[in-house]
């Protein structure tokens, strides 16, 4: 199932290179849904998690992989932690050569995907922190990506700072009654901002 699903992404355009494809298929999403949707885990759709959280889409978290050009040794930033499936991605698209860090501000949510990253392998590539990720994680920065897996009013200039020269954020933004997705890299005091797609997040949670 997940291969036939990464072959569609792929004739889609929205999987682009090989090193995304290979993340895709080593991750197994079955283990980051909930129980009741184990069966649903490689329909291209957002499912359920609790505290009106939701795992993201197939096609959204290989798109948002793409966009922050993954390669061995980067150092990314996710905020919005969810299950931790995007995470485990992120670390299999750097072959487990670099860091991800991951913050989620629901306590309980970042149990679990704490467990799910432990549970899979991925600890010592992952970490997952319990906070606030409009503040970003200072003690770690600066990274060469972040990736933003909630909608924002605007974009948190924290997130900005604790980006690398050249580094890339992704992130959600709400405008009019609908939210659009941009890439933004950083050079030097300026930022670059481009509009990717519309698409439709859970809001970026106040602490």
């Known amino acids: 199932m997940a291969l036939r699903l990464v072959e569609e992404l792929t004739n889609e355009g929205i999987i682009k290179t090989e090193r995304v494809k ?6 197994p999403r079955e283990e980051f849904v909930m129980p009741e949707y184990r069966m649903m885990a ?14 993201s889409a197939p ?5 948002m992989c793409e966009l922050v050009e993954p390669r061995p040794g980067m150092k990314i930033l996710e905020v919005g932690t969810g299950s931790g499936y995007q995470a485990a991605v992120c670390a299999e698209a750097i072959e487990r050569k670099g860091k991800v860090y991951t913050i989620e501000i629901v306590k309980e949510l970042a149990i679990y995907a704490a467990q ?9 590539v992952v970490e997952v922190y319990h906070g606030d990720g409009k503040k970003g994680l200072e003690r770690h920065a600066p990274f060469d990506a972040i990736i933003v897996t909630a ?3 605007t974009i948190p200039s924290e997130l900005i700072k604790q980006l690398k020269d050249g580094g890339v954020l992704v992130i959600p933004i709400e405008e009019g009654a609908g939210q659009v997705l941009y890439k933004i890299t950083k050079r030097g005091e300026k930022i670059e901002k481009r509009a990717i797609t519309y698409v439709l997040f859970v809001p970026l949670r106040d602490s």
């Open 59 to 63: 096609h959204m978290v290989a798109m």
């Open 116 to 124: 799910n990253i432990e549970r899979l392998g991925y600890w010592g």
């Open 151 to 153: 909608a924002a009013r």
């Open 22 to 27: 290979k993340a895709m298929l080593a991750v």
């Open 42 to 55: 490689y329909e291209d759709r957002p499912l359920p998690l609790f505290f009106d959280a939701t795992i």
